[in-house]
């Protein structure tokens, strides 16, 4: 009988709850895991089971005129209040724009974990791939930042270097979150790849691929096999590219929340009379909850933008949209998507202004 959603991938997943560190795991790793059991206590995704909200969000470094970063802030504040999301990833959050965030968000019990891209210190204006989470619900139990570059006597670059043909410093930032409640740890790593120029399609491709290499090589080297991990950020590139084939193909392989949407939309329409009822009122539920999930999340300069020349805005699939859908959550140990969303087509009251980046934010609540 079919299974519900990602079939095989979920299989896979679940076949892998549970497992203990093996010798040939071991081996595998550049760098040993962890030892200290207190600080790093895994509890089996079958022992218990949490449910996150999770976004990523690239803010857009501060820009003038009509949509300058003074006018539009409240409106990202806005948006974040109304979404409440459990951790989410920023990219391209300067020093002052991160202060803002802070002040405003304190209240909300937001706290973050950011260093500059340009100096590794909290003081730099540069960019950072900021981390944030409800600290009222979660602690962090370790946290870091690296530099996507290559490794130097085995060792990740902890201070700025650039990697192979990348224009620009790029930063991941991750860390081990627990649960308060109930003791549940999971991961979330939140980075920025190099971008591609839209004349180019191949500008920055090794860096890419071989900057999201390293994030799994780290992860590895981190996190257990049977720990849920989190992948975000603006990846810049789409999920038929090839980029994410290191992902989903993981001995504990990933899985794109926007495409186990996708893959539900796909099944519940061309199958439909193959489904349980079962199967059909979870799709229903999954369907119902997203939004946009096929839309694109780059949708360029805003004060050069022109409504005619934007994808239709549809949840139909359509290989017209894959170009600019280059934000990202992946996920590995996950149990169930409950929803995705793509944050677009609303005017935040508090200014008035349909983007509060040239980029839409992402969201997916999941559980494991």
């Known amino acids: 009988m079919k299974k519900f959603f990602s079939f095989a991938a979920i299989a896979m997943l679940l076949s892998f709850v549970g497992c203990e560190k093996t010798d040939e795991f071991d081996n595998k790793l550049e760098f040993d895991p962890p030892t200290n059991e207190d600080a790093y206590t895994d509890i089996s995704i079958n022992d218990a089971e949490t449910s996150l909200k999770i976004m990523s969000y690239n803010v857009c470094v501060s820009s003038s005129g009509e949509n300058a970063w003074a006018d539009r802030r409240a409106g990202a504040i806005e948006m974040l209040r109304q979404y409440k999301p459990d951790v989410f990833g920023m990219q391209e959050c300067t020093l002052y724009q991160l202060e803002f965030y802070a002040s405003e968000l304190a209240a909300d019990n937001y706290k973050y974990i950011a260093v500059s891209r340009d100096t590794g210190t909290e003081d730099n204006n540069g960019e950072r791939t900021a981390l944030w989470y409800n600290a009222k619900k979660y602690e962090v139990v370790d946290s870091g930042t690296f ?191 409950l929803s995705f969303r793509t944050i677009r087509d609303q005017t935040w009251e508090t200014t008035g202004l349909k983007y509060i980046s040239d980029h839409y934010p992402i969201i997916a609540e999941v559980t494991f």
Not at 250 to 270: G, W
Request: glycine fraction near 4%; charge should be negative; charged fraction near 25%.
């Open 147 to 337: 530099w996507l570059a290559p490794k130097s006597n085995n060792e990740f670059a902890l201070v700025p270097s650039k990697g192979w043909d990348a224009e620009y410093l790029r930063i991941c930032t991750w860390a081990v979150f627990r649960e308060i409640d109930s003791a549940i740890e999971f991961a979330v790593y939140n980075t920025h790849l190099e971008y591609k120029n839209l004349s180019s399609t191949t500008r920055g491709a090794v860096a890419r691929e071989q900057s999201l290499k390293l994030i799994i090589e780290h992860m590895k080297g981190k996190m257990r096999p049977n720990r849920a991990v989190f992948i975000i950020g603006d990846m810049n590139d789409n999920y038929e590219n090839g980029l994410f084939e290191c992902l989903l193909q993981e001995e504990v392989p990933f899985l794109s929340t926007r495409q186990y949407v996708i893959d539900a939309y796909n099944d519940y329409h061309n199958n439909y009379e193959n489904l349980t009822d079962e199967q059909i009122a979870e799709y229903e539920d999954l369907l119902h909850n997203s939004y946009r999930w096929n839309s694109q999340t780059y949708h360029g300069t805003w004060m050069t933008h022109n409504e005619n020349e934007v994808v239709a805005n549809t949840n139909e699939i359509s290989s017209e949209n894959n170009y600019h859908v280059i934000d990202h959550i992946f996920g590995r140990n996950l149990k169930k998507v």
